[in-house]
């Protein structure tokens, strides 16, 4: 997994990582304008602003719509993102996403007795589950070496398959004429906290609130502490990081840890958002977990980045539901979420074409003749300022694989 | 019918479409790209194909109809395996995303064309294309009944593969030659292999084996193509790396895969598997949970292509 938690070596190019996230959007734009285009040219313009405005449609309802969508891919995108700060590519969130679901649906149905304080139950009993699931890969890297791409693979259908099993056969658990779980009791259900008298008619809740609070926590981690510059460390470069005295095994596992426990707050988040979410036992991974990577390399592994991102694929999302009205399937957006994706996996290309005229033009500047290597395999820039100093405490040496 | 004999057939038809995905697989990652895309390879190969049979059923049937769907599966399977190509070996992208946006991509576009070509996302096709008895070798007892009976060419297709495929990796200049960049490319590239070169081919070859493993695993276990093969592609790269990534290997674990499949699908039907009251979810899992042990057990001595996942850099030590 080299590439991903690195930082550039200069400072001065940190918003690198921004103009290459937005031009990963504009040519996903672009790709999506030209199929919409391709299919049926007479209402390619008007789709097109759909996917655009459409969110903005109903007024404050679409806004508070796109903030309801955003929640629980807010708390994947931190998950994976953190992951991948920390040198980890968490693909696992999915499973954790469903587990966390699971337990936060279980608590809601069962421990009725809880009055006010039921839904905060049930949120934590989300986040322990998501941490519990992520806690195999994370020892499985850590004790084994496993790779998590492929542990968390395994998990994901292994948390789904069991989760589907549990509900199934838990008659206090299972809704049999629909095939999905029962609904929660109401006191599980997250306040509203007046936000549904700012966005009327709209499902948003305090769940965008607590969301927010995780970003501002997993930013404190990762740069106001100690704990989190270990983390950090040890993703760059495990080897040196135990030479350095850290505890290289302990720090892995925290990491998938922390990383699963924010994708099983994600599934507490959306199931108990009151808005008429059940787990249906169909044979299919989650797709908050699979969002929540869009998120994170978008948003540039960074929790304001992901707050921003998130919201920007709630809105196009949101925005394609209206999409029907022009002949087009909502598809569209999905389409356009993965070419986003897949530029921003090589956006190295845009900062080695920029880093690439800036030398040519210190070279003119000088006289032209000096030959100046190509820069070779320039580390991506997901970082934050006191990378820096990790990058010279623990020299990049092929990182762990 | 034998139990036995609907059992080792219906194992066939689930194996062979991950024994080809996990040799497709296998070739990516020897040569040192880890192809995660396999999922989203698949479904663009079947989505293509089956496609192709809707609209020229009208035309053709049986099995000329089948072996030109191959083709295009193929076909499909090696254009789409290009975009993961370029991008993990020219563009230096991190392997796993780049895989995990195709992955997100080909069922998204599957949908978007169904809709727009035809109003629904399922494209229906007829199943014209099962052999209820190959001549001569259907009456040999036991292996006829398991192999020649109400079996699809797809089923040779895959033996084949697998023939060739183990031949290639292993006894030719070519093979020698991929496994090299796997391992270590630096090495590779010392000696005037072009690295380049070596991980398209084998990045082009799981989109070829890919492509076709779609659409051999929609034809026998359904009569319409709904955007999606259920996982499979995931399972294909559990199969590959339960299989250590070899191809003997990873038909013992396709097998193994395909009989668990099998039984979870089709255990109702079969009262001896009943009676034992295990649940079907648990058969289900067992492939995955299979796979983390063996991994646990093996990371000491994992057979793993060394440079599997790291770009090639040329200016690298």
Known sequence: MSGIGNSSKKSGWKNLGLISSIFAIIIGLLVGFLILLFSNP???????????????????????????????????????????????FNIGATGQFTVGAFASVVVGITATKLGNIHWIVALFAAVIAGALWALIPGLLKAYANINEVIAGIMTNYIGMYLVNW????????????????????????????????????????????????????????LNKTTFGYEL????????????????????????????????????????????????EVVDELASAGFDGISVALLGLSHPIGILLSAIFIAYIKQGGFYLQLFEY?????????????????FSMIVRNFISNRERKRKVDHIGGSAQIPAPINEPSDYGSENEEEIREATQEEGGDK | ??????????????????????????????????????EGIMTIGAFASILFINTFQDR???????????????????????FHAYASIHMKADQTISGTALNMFAPAF????????QGVQQINFNNTFRIQKVPVLGDIPILGEVLFQNAYITTYLGILVLIIASIVLNKTKFGLRLRACGEHPQAADSVGINVYKMRYAGVALSGILGGIGGLVFVIPT???????????????????????????????????????????????????????????????????IATLIVLAFTSKKSQAPKAAGVPYDKGKR
Do not use: H
């Open chain 2, 1 to 38: 019918m034998n139990p036995v004999y609907f059992l080792c057939q219906q194992t066939m038809l689930f194996s062979i479409p991950l024994l080809i995905v996990a040799l497709g697989g296998m070739f990516s990652e020897r040569s040192g790209v880890v192809n995660i895309a396999l």
């Open chain 1, 166 to 221: 549990i509900v199934k056969d838990t008659n206090a658990l299972f809704n049999m004429l629909e095939n999905r779980s029962k609904p929660v009791a109401p006191t599980a259900n997250i306040p509203k906290a007046l936000l549904d008298q700012i966005f009327k008619g709209s499902y948003v809740n305090a769940g965008i609130i607590i969301a927010v609070i995780a970003a501002i926590i997993i930013y404190i981690i």
């Open chain 2, 222 to 288: 359904s009569t319409n193509f709904n955007a999606s093969v259920a996982g499979y592609g995931f399972l294909a790269l559990a199969v590959l790396i339960f299989g250590q990534w070899k191809p003997i290997r990873i038909l013992y674990a396709a097998l193994f895969f395909g009989l668990m499949k099998t039984i979870a699908s089709a255990y109702s039907g079969i009262p001896f598997l009943t009676s034992l009251g295990i649940p079907s979810y648990l058969y289900k899992m067992i492939p995955y």
């Open chain 2, 60 to 82: 053709m049937s049986g099995q000329p109809l089948l072996i030109l769907a191959i083709l295009v599966a193929a076909l499909a399977g090696i254009i789409f395996s290009l």
């Open chain 1, 232 to 279: 950090k460390a040890v993703g760059f470069n495990r080897d040196a990081s135990k030479y350095a005295g850290i505890n290289e095994k302990k720090s892995i596992v925290w990491s998938m840890v922390i990383s699963g426990a924010l994708a099983g707050l994600g599934g507490g988040l959306f199931y108990l958002a009151g808005s008429g979410k059940y787990i």
């Open chain 2, 110 to 117: 599957a949908i978007f064309t169904a809709r727009q070509i």
């Open chain 1, 329 to 345: 399937s909502g598809e569209i957006i999905d389409i356009i979420i993965a070419v986003i994706i897949y530029f921003s996996a």
């Open chain 1, 42 to 88: 007479n209402q390619a313009i008007g789709g097109f602003k759909t996917i655009l405005t459409g969110a903005l449609t109903d007024g404050s309802k679409g806004i508070g719509m796109v903030l309801y969508y955003a929640t629980p891919i807010i708390c994947t995108g931190l998950s994976v993102g953190f992951a991948f700060k920390t040198g980890l």
